[in-house]
T-cell receptor, first 115, second 115 residues
């Protein structure tokens, strides 16, 4: 059974700092991995999607890497801003099932960027 | 990106009543939709997967008679919480998979409070 773990559970940094969020998964047989942002009381916003054949994806100040063999992914945020404050969720889609299977979520990392 | 809407965005009801939540894919067809539940400070837990025109598949521990799912068209799925109790109070999020590009998009969520 696929399990997704995110470390740390919470992180507080001063504005301008670069930071890394970690995600690990137990079953390397994945279809893809996705990073989401969730603001309090809101739905999910997709940030980056990495296919199993890819090693990384970049969007603006965000860079996500994937090491499938070791079951790890990182989300790198450069020059953090207070507006980056949110909960960041990592989700893995396993190979099993129709069209790649279900999305399994980690517990999230709650990020606070202080001005 | 593709848009998924949910209605209502929040609902307060008395214990014992039933509540229906709608999930719509606005600009794409979704043969598969997913329903998640999220308790405060916790991650998303998959409740069930619904496929258009067939019965939903429920995750272990989710009562199918309590959480009725209907996916009658390629753009609409409904979740009905029957005989709601305070412990059903949660944030319910739906997701729709765009069959054409095999990517999942999330709705803004529905906050259910059962008094």
């Amino acid at each position: 059974k696929q399990e997704v773990t995110q470390i740390p559970a919470a992180l507080s940094v001063p504005e301008g700092e670069n930071l890394v969020l970690n995600c690990s998964f137990t079953d390397s047989a994945i279809y893809n991995l996705q990073w989401f942002r969730q603001d309090p009381g809101k739905g999910l916003t997709s940030l980056l999607l990495i296919q199993s054949s890819q090693r990384e994806q970049t969007s603006g100040r965000l860079n996500a890497s994937l090491d499938k063999s070791s079951g790890r992914s990182t989300l790198y945020i450069a020059a953090s801003q207070p507006g980056d404050s949110a909960t960041y969720l990592c989700a893995v889609r396993s190979l099993a099932g129709n069209q790649g299977g279900k999305l399994i979520f980690g517990q999230g990392t709650e990020l606070s960027v202080k001005p | 990106g593709a848009v998924v809407s949910q209605h209502p965005s929040w609902v307060i009801c008395k214990s014992g009543t039933s509540v229906k939540i709608e999930c719509r894919s606005l600009d794409f067809q979704a043969t598969t939709m997913f329903w998640y539940r999220q308790f405060p400070k916790q991650s998303l837990m998959l409740m069930a997967t619904s496929n258009e025109g067939s019965k939903a598949t429920y995750e272990q521990g989710v009562e199918k008679d309590k959480f009725l799912i209907n996916h009658a068209s390629l753009t609409l799925s409904t979740l009905t919480v029957t005989s709601a109790h305070p412990e059903d109070s949660s944030f319910y999020i739906c997701s729709a998979r765009d069959s054409g590009i095999n990517e999942q998009f999330f709705g803004p969520g529905t906050r259910l409070t059962v008094l």
